[in-house]
């Protein structure tokens, strides 16, 4: 697999393997390209793979002090070594952490009205090709309220509503938790539309990590 600026496959492999797992036989068929991230190869499915939220640098201060020396738990210091040599943390000690590779990826990120714009934007010009269905991967690095999960649903329903192509599924994807948002249910006045929410474990997320790492 051919690296990419930042190594940004890194969570599109996460992406795919946390998809698999917590919704089952239908992804995992998924393979990582581009326009869009993830791909069925019969182009029944299309994903595109993205993040929003302003980086943290207090995060990448914490690593810092920790690799100074602070005393930690054994089990503590082995994710740390492992945000050490991968240059990654995500899902990682409950998201506290982040390294020095993934702080480029939380750098360039938009905060999410502006990154949902940009990408409904794209898939309504055809920017990603021709698929049957299209979804929208999201990693927010901060957590949203059930509340703000429903506004954002709102929200991008809203910018397509009157495009011909569209994104069905919307998956935003937390350090502890993934919503599955419906987006063909939208509608205001009858709420709460379908949107479920799947835990992710603080196990769960070690083996998303290795897995997308090792890959």
């Known amino acids: 697999m ?3 600026k930042f190594d940004t496959c890194f969570f599109e ?4 393997i946390c ?3 917590l919704l089952g036989a239908r992804y995992e068929s998924l393979v990582n390209e581009d326009r869009p991230d993830l791909q069925m190869p019969d182009h029944t499915l299309g994903i595109e793979v993205t993040r929003a939220m302003e980086p943290r640098k ?3 201060h914490d690593l810092l002090k920790e690799m100074a ?3 930690l738990p054994s089990e503590d210091k082995e994710d740390i070594d492992r945000i050490l040599k991968s240059g990654y943390g995500y899902g990682l000690q409950d998201g506290k952490y982040i390294g020095h590779i993934e702080y480029e990826y939380w750098r360039l990120a938009q905060p999410l009205r502006r990154i949902i714009e940009s990408k409904v934007g794209k898939v309504g010009s055809g920017f990603y090709g021709e698929f049957k269905e ?3 991967y999201i990693f927010c690095k901060d957590n949203l309220t059930e509340e703000e999960v429903l506004l954002t649903m709102e ?7 009157n ?3 569209k994104y069905s599924t919307m998956y935003l994807s937390l350090i502890d938790r993934l919503y599955v948002c419906d987006l063909t249910s939208v509608d205001r006045t009858v709420r709460p539309t379908k949107c479920a929410s799947h835990e992710i474990s603080r196990g769960m997320r070690r083996m998303f990590f290795m897995e997308a790492f090792t890959d």
């Open 19 to 21: 998809l698999e797992t």
């Open 163 to 165: 495009l011909d192509i």
């Open 69 to 71: 020396g602070i005393d």
């Open 155 to 161: 929200y991008t329903s809203d910018l397509q509503r």
């Open 2 to 4: 051919g690296k990419r």
């Open 134 to 136: 299209y979804g929208l």
């Open 13 to 16: 492999r996460y992406a795919q």
């Open 58 to 60: 207090d995060v990448a």
